[in-house]
């Protein structure tokens, strides 16, 4: 069974920084992908960042570049999403969904590309 673990949350103040966790189970970090997308209240799902584990290609959106960093430790199945410079404007809840079983990585990440999801992870940053 794949299962999608997200940790990390919180509240912050800007200027802050949080690292998310994206635990994964249930297949091989080799030939996965991994997508971290945020949706704010009111707003529509947006495709944040993503990594192709095999060779650790990555994407950032515009609104995140040059303040987060995506990874992974591939020996422990589980992706990070680094946030420095946080501002209000990242407040959302955040979610990690895998692709799995393809090297291809549609950049930006669209929802419906990938196929397992995790729970979500609230971050809210304070002015």
């Known amino acids: 069974e794949v299962q999608l673990v997200e940790s990390g949350g919180g509240l912050v103040p800007a200027g802050g920084s949080l690292r998310l966790s994206c635990a994964a189970s249930?297949?091989?970090?080799?030939?996965?992908?991994i997508g971290w997308f945020r949706q704010a209240p009111g707003k529509e799902r947006e495709g944040v960042s993503c990594i192709r584990r095999r060779d650790g290609s990555v994407y950032y959106a515009d609104s995140v570049k040059g303040r987060f960093t995506i990874s992974s430790d591939n020996a422990k199945n589980t992706v990070y999403l680094q946030m420095n410079n946080l501002k209000p404007e990242d407040t959302a809840v955040y979610y990690c969904?895998?692709?799995?079983?393809?090297?291809?990585?549609?950049?930006?990440?669209?929802?419906?590309?990938?196929?397992?999801w995790g729970q979500g992870t609230q971050v809210t940053v304070s002015s």
């Open positions: 969904a895998a692709l799995v079983g393809q090297w291809y990585m549609p950049a930006p990440p669209r929802d419906g590309d990938y196929d397992y």
């Open positions: 249930g297949f091989t970090s080799d030939n996965s992908v």
